[in-house]
């Protein structure tokens, strides 16, 4: 795999063929990952996997025509056939007004911060083993767990590159280290599966894995035996597990390339009042030991955090430089890069900030209503933004969490969610995406 100082290398060597080439402007990026993870299921070993990528994307531009190309072969004769054929692509390709490089003046600069992304730890197979077979134990250690789908442990190192034609150069590493385990309860029709994970910077950071495990198997008991709930409109709270989905929502709402195109059903909104006052949504991708942290975004400018959502109104779009050119505004640090294809958009670390209320409060006036610990399926509109998804979880009945309820959908438009959002005060950081338990009255819930 790239270290950085050979990502930066062959980036920069990308840009100069690419010049050579014909290329009036251009940006590389290189991006490489290792990989280690272990796999028990029932006490024994079921899989060990490894793998080690290098990928080198290069964009040129001709006049206002641009063209993307990736490849794996990273070796001169190779780079030289790359910046050739992409340069041809390229006069081959129709004019784009609103192509190009970020502004010069606008470039991050070094030196960038220190994220603290990496751990200078790595377990090895034989630890990623014994943490998967301590995980597994402890979730069928639970009584009423009868099988186990298996336990996992794993452990990732990357390196991210971007090097422009006009004078960014910059790289940045990380470690990724991660526990999960999936067991089932009960048996022939009445068997139920759950499961329990977590992923971090640093090995150190993570719980153990007997309380990961152990949480896996509570929690696929306590699902067996679930019935339909009725068919109502009535106050749907979402567990955090589910609960950072609607951030999601609302970051790909905000995206300039769908604004441009009017594919947003916030298209129009951005003076609205959307949520209730309280509700602020922060964007940070500067955290430290950030599972999304970046000095600087795709194209190579500065990255801050920024309140997306603050006093009830969403704060603008999330742009790159091509999107931020069709509407007319400043690009915000938000593009995204993979090795192939033009940038995209994204978000970084998100959080919606904890409430006031505990979660027992939030729901202790519920006479009758659901809470949901997982979604299923993709039905959401983003032009319209109605929202219908399966769920499974649990009712509330005067105020209490009762039994476990399933084959149910909520349905609902993200715009009224919005406004009804009322946050409790568990926000958990374990998470890319992190929000409290989030109550949204006046769903309509379609069960038995």
């Given at each position: ?7 930066q290398e062959?980036c920069g060597?990308?840009i100069?063929?690419a ?9 590389a990026?290189?991006?490489?990952s290792?990989s280690e993870?272990v796999g028990i299921r029932l ?11 290098e ?6 531009f ?8 990736q490849?794996?072969?990273m070796?001169?004769?190779a ?11 390229a006069?081959?390709a129709?004019?784009d007004q ?8 606008m470039?991050?600069r070094?030196?960038?911060p220190?994220?603290d992304?990496?751990?200078?730890g ?8 014994a ?8 979730a069928?250690?639970v009584?009423?767990?009868t099988?186990?789908e ?7 190192r ?6 422009t034609?006009?004078g960014?150069?910059?790289a940045y590493?990380?470690t ?6 999936s067991?089932l309860?009960g048996?022939?029709a ?5 499961y ?7 090995g ?5 894995p007997?309380?990961?495990g152990?949480?896996?198997?509570r929690?696929?008991?306590a699902?067996l035996?679930?019935?339909r709930p009725?068919s ?18 609302v970051v ?8 441009a195109?009017?594919a947003s059903?916030l298209?129009d909104?951005?003076?609205a009042d959307?949520?209730a ?15 999304r ?14 309140a997306l959502v ?10 790159n430089?091509?999107?931020?050119r069709?509407?007319?505004i ?5 593009a995204?890069r993979a ?6 958009v ?9 409430g ?11 006479d009758d209503?659901v809470?949901?610990?997982?979604l299923?399926?993709q039905?959401?509109?983003?032009v319209?933004?109605?929202y219908?998804?399966g769920?499974?979880?649990y009712?509330?009945v005067k105020?209490?969490?009762t039994g476990?309820i399933a084959?149910f959908?909520?349905a609902?438009?993200l ?10 005060d ?5 998470r ?6 989030l109550r ?7 069960g038995?």
């Amino acid at each position: 795999m790239f270290d950085l100082p050979r990502a930066q290398e062959r980036c920069g060597a990308l840009i100069d063929k690419a010049r050579r080439a014909g290329a009036d402007a251009a940006d590389a990026v290189a991006i490489g990952s290792v990989s280690e993870s272990v796999g028990i299921r029932l006490g024994k070993l079921e899989d060990v996997d490894r793998s080690e990528s290098e990928h080198l994307g290069l964009r040129v531009f001709v006049g206002q025509r641009s063209a993307s190309i990736q490849a794996t072969d990273m070796s001169d004769a190779a780079l030289d056939e790359l910046a050739s054929r992409a340069v041809a692509m390229a006069r081959a390709a129709p004019e784009d007004q609103f192509a190009g490089l970020a502004p010069e003046d606008m470039l991050a600069r070094g030196p960038f911060p220190d994220l603290d992304l990496s751990d200078s730890g790595e377990p090895g197979p034989q630890k990623l083993r014994a943490l998967a077979e301590e995980c597994e134990d402890a979730a069928r250690a639970v009584p009423g767990v009868t099988n186990s789908e298996g336990a996992g442990a794993s452990f990732g190192r990357s390196v991210v590159a971007l090097a422009t034609s006009h004078g960014f150069a910059g790289a940045y590493g990380g470690t990724s280290h991660g526990l999960s385990a999936s067991v089932l309860a009960g048996e022939g029709a009445r068997m139920q599966r759950d499961y329990a994970w977590r992923q971090a910077r640093y090995g150190a950071d993570l719980p153990g894995p007997a309380e990961i495990g152990a949480l896996a198997g509570r929690r696929a008991v306590a699902r067996l035996d679930p019935v339909r709930p009725p068919s109502g409109n009535v106050p749907v709270v979402f567990d955090p597990r589910v609960a950072g989905s609607l951030l999601g929502h609302v970051v790909a709402a905000m995206s300039g390339p769908s604004i441009a195109r009017k594919a947003s059903f916030l298209l129009d909104k951005l003076d609205a009042d959307l949520f209730a006052p309280g509700i602020r949504i922060v964007d940070d991708p500067l955290r430290p030991r950030g599972l999304r942290s970046r000095p600087f975004d795709g194209e190579g400018l500065p990255t801050a955090p920024r309140a997306l959502v603050e006093g009830g109104k969403i704060t603008g779009w999330l742009t790159n430089v091509a999107s931020a050119r069709q509407l007319g505004i400043a690009p915000t640090g938000h593009a995204s890069r993979a090795a192939g294809g033009a940038p995209g958009v994204s978000a970084s670390n998100l959080h919606l900030e904890a409430g006031t209320v505990s979660r027992a409060d939030l729901i202790a006036d519920i006479d009758d209503g659901v809470l949901v610990t997982e979604l299923i399926g993709q039905g959401v509109n983003a032009v319209t933004g109605d929202y219908s998804r399966g769920a499974s979880g649990y009712r509330i009945v005067k105020g209490e969490i009762t039994g476990p309820i399933a084959e149910f959908t909520v349905a609902g438009n993200l715009l009224s969610m919005f406004m009804h959002m009322i946050p409790a005060d568990d926000l958990e950081w374990h998470r890319a995406v992190n929000a409290p338990t989030l109550r949204v009255d006046g769903m309509t819930v379609a069960g038995g």
